[in-house]
């Protein structure tokens, strides 16, 4: 296969003042034989209105909306699109992330008949100023699992091409239930698999850093993004080989990311603290931490008490 067709994924909402810039991308690529499918999540501006123009001018986009029927989210949209696409090699992208010149030709030059999946960098940048942030972190220690577990690498869903092969042998993929960690969670249920992967230790795409972005909403109490994340967390020690869920990085990294949830609920009072509690003491139980797992409850009692005598006192 000399020139395979690649598929260009794309679920958005409510991204028109920022998604022309993103498939103008698209079409300045050196690799032209791709098409790219965009799922539109019922958008409520005019998203239509702005794609209108590239659907006329390039018959390789093309533009679906999600069926009611089906789950609102990128998630679903990103299966749906998978559906529709018929590319030999996909590349899941977002709609306000900006593709290199050179980003699809140069991980399809590094696979070879062994490689299922080629991941690159990506540049994160400050949306307002336009300047370059930082790069992620892709290079293993060694253990590529575990590291991307607990966040030693780092790897964003626009920056791996798949092939499409090694796709359609897997019962699912992105999981329609999970709103935050989404691509994370994607990604490890992948690697978790028996599969090659070749990292490219270069930048192919623009991460874009703005107010609206889930990375940034993160930094705030947001108790429904906190929830997916627990989920996600406990969905994959369920996944992951027992000599992992035995590993006190995983295992450390896992129960201060529960303990920073049930405090941030218990000091703003949310009705879904105790919901937090039992998920942390669970964990606390199965890795047989009982001395932390009393600690918990002590200090969950105290700050609840305390946070009603401040807040009758006001």
């Given amino acids: 296969m000399t020139n395979p067709l690649v598929s260009i994924i794309i679920p958005t909402y409510n991204r028109a003042h920022l998604i022309s810039e993103t498939l103008n991308s698209i079409i300045a690529q050196t690799y032209q034989n791709w098409e790219c499918i965009i799922v539109d ?29 089906k789950t609102k989210g990128p998630n679903s949209c990103r299966n749906y699109g998978f559906e529709k696409s018929k590319g030999a ?25 062994g490689v299922d999946c080629v991941i ?62 989404d691509d994370w969670d994607f990604n490890l249920r992948m690697i978790s698999q028996n599969i090659n992967i070749k990292f490219l230790d270069l930048p192919v795409f623009g991460y874009r850093f703005h107010s609206h ?10 108790i429904e993004e906190f929830k ?15 000599s992992l869920t035995r590993n006190v990085q995983v295992r450390n990294f896992v129960l201060e990311r529960h303990k920073v949830f049930l405090k941030e609920a218990t000091v703003k009072e949310d009705k879904n603290r105790l919901w937090f509690l039992i998920k942390l003491i ?15 409850l002590v200090n969950y009692i105290f700050r609840k008490h305390l946070v009603k005598i401040i807040t009758d006192g006001n």
């Fill in 41 to 69: 999540d019922s958008s409520s501006d005019n998203t239509k209105e702005v794609l209108q123009k590239f659907l006329e001018s390039d018959n390789r986009f093309r533009y679906y909306v999600r069926p009611q029927d």
């Fill in 89 to 113: 090699f996909i590349n899941w992208f977002d709609s306000d992330d900006i593709l290199f010149e050179n980003a699809v030709d140069l991980r399809l030059k590094n696979f070879n008949d």
């Fill in 120 to 181: 690159a960098k990506c540049e994160i940048f400050d949306s307002l100023s336009g300047l370059k942030l930082f790069e992620n972190t892709i290079l293993s220690s060694g253990n590529v699992l575990k590291d991307y577990f607990i966040g030693n690498i780092t790897f964003y869903v626009s920056g791996p091409i798949w092939r499409r092969s090694f796709l359609e042998k897997q019962k699912e993929l992105f999981d329609e239930r999970i709103r935050y960690l």
């Fill in 213 to 222: 972005s889930l990375s940034k909403q993160i930094e705030h109490f947001n």
């Fill in 228 to 242: 997916s994340e627990c989920l996600a967390r406990n969905k994959q020690l369920k996944l992951l080989s027992k």
């Fill in 282 to 296: 669970s964990l606390q139980f199965r890795f047989k931490k009982f001395k932390d797992l009393f600690n918990t």
